[in-house]
Structures are given as structure tokens and as C-alpha cells.
């Protein structure tokens, strides 16, 4: 009595850029996000989590690409006719869970939490519309030692995964350092901010489109291979050359000293640019970069894991100190064989206003966020146990060869199920064969079969279906071959059942 | 040199009917979601999920109240002008994935999801906008065995949650019977489909308004609190007292005679209505239910586990025959004191005509669909060891007395992290006092402290916070007092502090 069927055939397909996940991918995932939830733990975090949903003003507007239509978030009206969005990053909710919460939270308040956000874009390879994050984020201190710390536990988290040292880094700048140079070739003051986001986001691309193309994102504009047009920061071509160079030579040793002459040096040489050893700032941030090289060297990280690199930007606009960028360093092939390096996985930084936008007053934060398909992506490229794992098996499946009989097969089903033996009674229509292949697709180790004569006789067949696969290949010789095919399939005594099917599980175990 | 200070202050707020979970309920719903899947994976079914978002059209409309704007859904265009909307239930979205890739899969499939829904109603106490479902499915066999099978899983499930025996039933009953009744009153044929589902869904409503408010959704309508009207089915009165009547002396124990006699009798009783034992479409669910009673009594399930009772209706649109209630018996004190029935923690039932939507034939398919917040009070309500679980405790706190040392304090953290001790250095600017709040707030079981003093001579100062509280609590005798205050703090050589904290730790493991 349902009109189901009277409405108009529709197309089952998914909307460009969200996609399905098998038990496989899902499994794994599992064992990935509870590694990483072990090592945030042990590092004092506790878990939060915020609804995919919040007010549109909540959230804010930090996201790159703002020039797209819908500004990359999905929004809707509520029915008071106030704006709703789906969450585009878990930092933006942390904020407004804390600014909500100020006074209940211990501070500094640690807290992390995983959980899919979602994205207005246009969706590509590897870029998707909906896809996880694993954030964590220490608020209410100001003290370095805050980054440093996640940049450590970063590099833990890494190793933890079965990321191998030399085969990872975790990449440290300060958007202070940045602002400072761009300050440097005439881009301070409230009134550059826009420009200096437009300069910072080419500068992102970097890894993307290369010199070539941030040089025409630095200057006049782009336009990509559809013909869609990027307008440019409209930079003099000296200028250009200076953002270049961080870009193209980032420093990877820093001292105070080395900065003034590897950069300072730069800007100094080129007479359009003031010497930067004077912009309060840029030393401000040098000093926080040395701070942070300091902690991590004197707990024992290498600059092999993690270092300083002037060439980090991170492209959300809330950024005010430290950030950071988790790059794996091995190469994998590329669709056309070419080796590409990974590249990131992660990132992060200092938001110190963010929580503030609600408070009236600056609340110090930092964070580091996990692109969770993009690492699972990279530990499956190298062959990481926690997400190859052993291969998974389906349940013991019984067959019903006879209707009659059902009450009976489901009882075999139960014997097994009560010693916690994953089994399943079949209950489609087809005929043995059918069943066994059903079987088969199940990924099943063994099928329970009894028909009227194994009945008749007391006794149950049972079918291993690994051992039957290696049957089929053909590959084994002829005395291999009889033994083989013994213990394929053989009979036994009703009462004789769990210990047959726990003897075939054993054998593939 | 970001612009946040400088926009508006905006409020921390969260829209209505959406919720933040904070460690403890994250960990225990954890725990809760394992357990259940642990029990699915039992049974056979394996994992698939879909994602938040699909087309609107692919979802179709199946919820109750569709009166209400937007229609129960959050929905919004996409570029192509095309409409998304966020999933309202997990049962249509695998219809979609099992239409988009039924060649593929093996038939009879089964697959288990857990995953938060959004629904666009008005949220009210215990009514959110976004919570979370457990289901499973089992598409592609038409037989009752599948149906059967969802209903001794359920029964399981709720015992390994930690639900005793006694305290919930699996309720049955089949939309066949009902349109069978139905069709006796007058509701049968295409043109009364509208007027079935609202008389449906005013008996959904049975357990929220009690007879009165049945009667008067049966009838003329129903004005609520709030002065909303809800336009009523408009049966006659005679109708309406046979439709009540199913709902108020359910049947229990069932067999195709009883049923004639208690239902057809009523309805033979009745003079307006005729006789329903020549009712095609009634004999068919009751001969269902009849099988389903049989294959759970034969596979040991009581009358006390699954039971049929013609009460269930479910307020989906989609079913179209066994449906299926897991209620909780035992009661709870409401706000008020009164103490009520715990009620529905989850449902379920067949729905044939939902894949076939998307491939133009009748796919069979039967699922169930577990609550999760509702379950997650109900076993908090019954103190089950599942959602209770260990007291959390924090990680160890390194106090910062002196900035200069903050190096050496960090190896005292990595110390014990790199022992598997969660541990964490206090990153605030706050005196001795304060941080020793701090780790009292954090849950910490001790603080490990070291002043000048400390280390001048080498050593590390433990606080035990569990026996400090213990003792600021004050209801110790004297000569405990002075025991307690010896073990509460304590000095040991730096070298000795893994041991000092183990055996803290271990003192309220």
C-alpha cells in the first residue's frame, strides 16, 4: 500500500565531489583515527565535538577562494530566516564551543576531535566536497611551547602511523616573519590587508602551479586551463622577486642572525625595499621561530623531522604566528608513472583571534588539523600496517539447501554465533552452487552444508572455501592435490560442528 | 595583521536543536557504537557508509509531518541549480547506494551505519536536529527469515548493551495487517493512500497522546498546546473505535485464529465493517507473523524478547510489511517524579519499494534503525557498566615554576609519554596555587613539581591530587590524617620519577 513504485524512475548516483565507503576503507580509517586519537591522549588532549551545523556568522569567512560562488560553504535559512552553514574546518566551531564555554574550560584548554567538514568547490582528483579532519588545538596560552608541542606531537603521530623518519617533516614559518617582508615592500597597514591575502594565498599555490605561476598570481593574474581568470596582487616585478625568493630558497637553518642576512639580505640589496632588521614584527617572529627551534631540538627532535622553512603560508586567513605544515617527503608515481613528492598531510597555527571575535578580546589559540583521506592515501602508498591490516574475512555462511529445514540451519547459525564465530544463515532463493558462490563473494573462510543425506546420516559437510579457491587455480601437483582436496571438504558428526568450523577458521587464522 | 578584532563582536551560540558532547559521552558513546557493531559483525553484516549529502530527489520524501516548511529537510541548490539535502534517515541513502551499485554486491546484502541525520523540525526536550542512528539492512530476499533475524539481532544487542531480560521487547507487527484493516473501514485502493497514512500516523502517535488525542487525529483534528491545528483522518466514529481498539488491546499472543477472533471480531462485532477473513492483503501479514513468531520461538527467543503486537505502526512512509519497535519497559522518574515507561530506543521494518525507486522493480529489503542518543540515556538510566565505564582521569601535569627550565620540564614529560603516561606541561602564566587548580580541573592523579629548591638537590616533588583532595575533604581521623598528608606529597631523587608516578598511578588504577 505504498505509492513507491507509482513515482518516476530515479537515477541512483551522488552529487560530484561526496562519495561512499566500503568495510575496507572504513576499517582502516578506524585503526588510523584511533592511532592518532592514542598519541593526542598521551599528550594530555581530550576529545570535544561541535554539530556539522552552526550560524553562518559563527563560523565567519576564512576560507581561500572566497570569489567562488556560495563563498566554499554550503548555507541555508533556518525557519526564523537566520543563515545556517555545514561547517568548512573544525577550528572555526572549537572557537565558538570555547568563547560559549570560557569559564567551565580549564586553560590552557587541550582538547582534539575528528570529523568530516564540507566544502562549496569545485570537486577534482582528490578533491573532495565532504572529507574528514583530525584537529587538535591548545587554547588560552600564548607561550610557544604550545606550537612547539604540536609540532612534536605531529612528528609522534607520524611514527606512530608507520611514517618512517627522513620519509616526513614537519615544516615550521610565522605569518609575523611574512608579514614583516610584505610590510617591507610597502604592503603594511589595515589598508593592505586585502592585498597581503591575496599575495599570502599565491604564495600557497606555490607547490601547485610552481614560479611560474605564483609569479603571475604575484603580479598581474591567471588564467587556468579553463580559461577562468585569477586577478593578481598587482605586485611591482621586484617585489615579485623578493616573495619569490622565500619561496624558491627557504631558509632551513634560522638564527636571528642568518634570517637578516638570507632575507634581510635580499631586501637590503634590492634598493626598493627597506632593511627589515628594524620592522618589530618580522623580529617578533624570528624570535618565536628560534624559541620554537629550541624546544624541539632540546626534547630530542632532529631538523630531519622538524625545521624551519620561510616558504610555509597556510592559506585560511585567521592565522596571526606560528604556522605550521606536515609534509611527507617520498615520492609516489603519479597517473602517467611520473614520482611526485606526496607533499602535505597536515597543517596548522597560531589563530590568536579567532575565539576572540566572540569574547572582545584576543584569546591566544593554536592548532594543527590532519587531512584525514590525504594521509590515508599516503600510509596505504607505504604499505603502513595500520591501514593494510589482514585481510578481512566474512562469516561462516550455513546453506539452506532445504526450506523445511530452516529452523534447523538456523540453529547451527546460533551454535556458532554463541562462540562468538561470525556466522550467517543464507536467505536468498537460489539453488547449492548459487550459494556457494554467495559464499565466496562473502568473502567466507568455510560454508556449512547439509542436505537430505547428511541429514539422514547425522552429519553436516563442511566446505573451506580458501583451501577450494587454491583447488580451482589448478596450480598444485597431483599428490598435493587428493590431500588438498580431503581437507577442501570433508563430513563429521552433527555434534562434531564448532569444532570442524573452529579447525577450518584456525587453519586460515 | 589579521582584520578579527576589528568586525563585530558575534554571540557563541549554537542554532536550536543542534548539541556539543564532551569527553564523556564521546567516550561512552564510543564504547556503545563498538559493542553494537561487535553484535552486527556477529550476524554477517558488514560495514558501508554514504555520505551527509545527496540529491534531494534521491532521497525522496518519506518522513512524517510533512506539513511543516521545508518538509523536514535542510536543503539547499547546488551550482547547477540542482537541490542537495543533508540525509534525514540512513535507510534512503542505501537505497541509492545499493540501486547505484547493485551488480556488484552479493545478494542477500548485509551492512551496518552508523551516522548522524539532520532533520528540519521544531526541536523541543529530547528532539534535536542532528542526532545519530545505528542501522542495519538486509536487501535483496524477500523472506521474513531476513525480517526474523533484524529482531533476534536487536534482542541481542540490547542484552550485550547491558539491557536485562524483562526490560525490553522487540515489538512486531505488519503494515499488511493494518492495511487490511484499513481496507474493512473503507481506507482501501489508491485513491485512499493519503488518508491510510494519516490514520497510521495518528496511531504513531498513541504513546504521545494517549486515546483521547488518537481519537481526535482519527477524527475532525487535533489543536495542540501551542494552538497549532493538525487536520484529522475524518473516519466516522464507529472506524475510529475499531482503529483504537488495535491500539489499545494489542495482541500478544498470535495465531492466524486468534487473530480472526480478536481483530475480526471486533470488526464482525461491528456492523459497518465487514468480515476481514476474505481480506487477501490481511491473511498475508498475518501468515508473515505467524513465520516470524515461529523462527524466533524455534531459535530460543521468548515471548518476553519478540513479541507480536499489532499496536507498532512506525511513522515512515515506506514500509510494506513487517515493522518492527525495541521498546524499554522499565520505567524512569520523569521531571515531574512520575515515573514513566522508558518507551522506543529504536524500529524498523520492510521496505520493497525503496531501491526499486532508482532500477523501475521491486528490490526486497528489510533494516532497522537503532536511536543512539535515546539508547544512550536508557543505559545511562540503567547504570550499564557499557556507558559508565572508569571515572576519566587527566594526564600527568608538569608544573612550570621557573620559565628559564621549561626544557628540563619537558623532559620529564617526555619521560613518562615516551612510558605510555599521558602527561602534559603546564603551557599557562600562572603561580604554583593556580596550576595546581589547573591539574585538580584537568582530573590529573598527581602533579609532578619541581622548584629551585627541588633541584638544587636533585629531586622531584610528587602530588598525589586524588588523596589531596581526600584530604582537603577533611572527614579523616587524626592518625590517618598524618599518613594520608606523608603519601599525599612526597620527594624522590630525579631518576626515581617513573617510579614515583607508576606507583601513584597505580594507587587509583
Not at 49 to 63: N, W
Not at 338 to 349: C, E, W
Given at each position: ?9 530515479t537515477q541512483?548516483?551522488?552529487p560530484?565531489g ?12 578506524e ?5 592518532i ?16 551545523v ?6 565567519g569567512?576564512?576560507l581561500?577562494d ?8 554550503f ?9 545556517l ?25 587541550r582538547?582534539?576531535r575528528?570529523g ?8 577534482g ?11 587538535a588545538?591548545t ?23 608507520g611514517?618512517?623518519?627522513g620519509?616526513y ?6 605569518r609575523?616573519v611574512?608579514?614583516?617582508i610584505?610590510?617591507?615592500i ?11 591575502l591575496?599575495?599570502l594565498r ?6 601547485k ?20 581568470f585569477?586577478?593578481?596582487a ?7 622577486e623578493v ?7 627557504p ?9 637578516e ?10 634598493s626598493a ?5 628594524a620592522s ?5 617572529g624570528?624570535a ?24 610555509v603560508?597556510r592559506g ?16 609516489i608515481?603519479?597517473e602517467?608513472g611520473r614520482?611526485?613528492r ?15 571575535r566572540f569574547r572582545?578580546?584576543d ?7 590532519i587531512?584525514?583521506?590525504r594521509?590515508?592515501a ?7 600496517p595500520?591501514?593494510?591490516?589482514a585481510?578481512?574475512r ?6 539452506v ?10 540453529g ?6 554463541n562462540?562468538g ?9 537460489s539453488?547449492?552452487?548459487a550459494?556457494?558462490?554467495y ?5 567466507a573462510?568455510?560454508?556449512?552444508i547439509q542436505?537430505?543425506?547428511?541429514r539422514?546420516?547425522?552429519e ?20 598435493d ?10 563430513t563429521v558428526?552433527?555434534a562434531?560442528?564448532?569444532?570442524a568450523?573452529k ?5 586460515h587464522?
Amino acid at each position: 500500500m505504498n505509492d513507491v513504485k507509482k513515482t518516476a524512475r530515479t537515477q541512483a548516483r551522488l552529487p560530484r565531489g561526496f562519495g561512499d565507503r566500503g568495510p575496507a576503507e572504513i576499517a582502516a580509517t578506524e585503526r588510523m583515527l584511533a592511532t592518532i586519537k592514542e598519541s593526542y591522549q598521551l599528550y594530555g588532549f581530550e576529545a570535544v565535538e561541535t554539530p556539522f551545523v552552526e550560524y553562518t556568522e559563527a563560523l565567519g569567512k576564512f576560507l581561500p577562494d572566497l570569489d567562488r560562488p556560495n563563498e566554499g560553504v554550503f548555507s541555508f535559512q533556518d525557519d526564523d530566516e537566520q543563515w545556517l552553514s555545514l561547517r568548512y574546518d573544525l577550528t572555526a566551531p572549537l572557537a565558538r564551543y570555547v568563547a560559549e564555554n570560557y569559564d567551565k574550560l580549564p586553560k590552557p584548554y587541550r582538547s582534539y576531535r575528528a570529523g568530516f567538514v564540507f566544502r562549496n568547490e569545485k570537486p577534482g582528483p582528490g578533491r573532495f566536497r565532504q572529507f574528514m579532519q583530525f584537529d587538535a588545538d591548545t587554547v588560552g596560552t600564548s607561550s610557544v611551547a604550545a606550537d612547539a608541542e604540536l609540532c612534536m606531537m605531529a612528528a609522534d603521530t607520524l611514527e606512530r602511523l608507520g611514517v618512517k623518519r627522513g620519509d616526513y617533516v614537519i615544516k615550521v614559518n610565522n605569518r609575523k616573519v611574512l608579514d614583516g617582508i610584505l610590510e617591507a615592500i610597502g604592503l603594511g597597514g589595515a589598508e593592505n590587508a586585502g592585498r597581503r591575502l591575496t599575495v599570502l594565498r599565491a604564495m600557497d599555490k606555490y607547490d601547485k602551479f610552481g614560479a611560474d605561476g605564483v609569479r603571475l598570481l604575484l603580479g598581474a593574474g591567471r588564467k587556468d586551463e579553463s580559461g577562468d581568470f585569477t586577478k593578481g596582487a598587482g605586485l611591482q616585478p621586484a617585489a615579485i622577486e623578493v616573495v619569490l625568493k622565500i619561496l624558491t630558497e627557504p631558509t632551513s637553518e634560522i638564527t636571528s642572525a642568518m634570517v637578516e642576512d638570507r632575507i634581510g639580505g635580499v631586501l637590503i640589496r634590492n634598493s626598493a625595499f627597506a632593511d627589515l632588521s628594524a620592522s618589530q614584527i618580522f623580529n617578533e617572529g624570528i624570535a618565536e621561530l628560534v624559541k620554537i627551534q629550541f624546544l624541539t631540538r632540546n626534547s630530542g627532535y632532529t631538523d630531519e623531522q622538524i625545521r624551519i622553512d620561510l616558504s610555509v603560508v597556510r592559506g585560511l586567513e585567521y592565522y596571526t604566528g606560528p604556522v605550521f605544515e606536515a609534509e611527507l617527503a617520498f615520492e609516489i608515481a603519479e597517473e602517467d608513472g611520473r614520482p611526485v613528492r606526496f607533499g602535505s598531510v597536515g597543517g596548522g597555527g597560531r589563530y590568536d583571534g579567532l575565539v576572540g571575535r566572540f569574547r572582545g578580546e584576543d584569546v591566544p589559540a593554536t592548532g594543527f588539523s590532519i587531512g584525514v583521506s590525504r594521509l590515508y592515501a599516503a600510509l596505504k602508498a607505504i604499505h603502513s600496517p595500520v591501514v593494510a591490516g589482514a585481510q578481512q574475512r566474512g562469516p561462516v555462511v550455513v546453506l539452506v539447501l532445504d526450506q523445511a529445514e530452516v529452523v534447523r540451519y538456523q540453529g547451527f547459525v546460533s551454535l556458532l554465533r554463541n562462540e562468538g564465530i561470525a556466522a550467517e544463515l543464507y536467505l536468498g532463493s537460489s539453488g547449492m552452487n548459487a550459494q556457494l558462490k554467495y559464499a565466496d563473494k562473502r568473502k567466507a573462510v568455510c560454508a556449512v552444508i547439509q542436505g537430505s543425506n547428511e541429514r539422514e546420516k547425522g552429519e553436516i559437510a563442511i566446505r573451506d572455501l580458501v583451501l577450494g579457491a587454491e583447488l580451482a587455480a589448478g596450480s598444485k601437483e597431483r599428490a598435493d592435490y587428493l590431500e588438498l582436496r580431503t581437507k577442501a571438504q570433508f563430513t563429521v558428526p552433527e555434534a562434531d560442528l564448532l569444532k570442524a568450523v573452529k579447525e577450518v577458521l584456525l587453519r586460515h587464522a
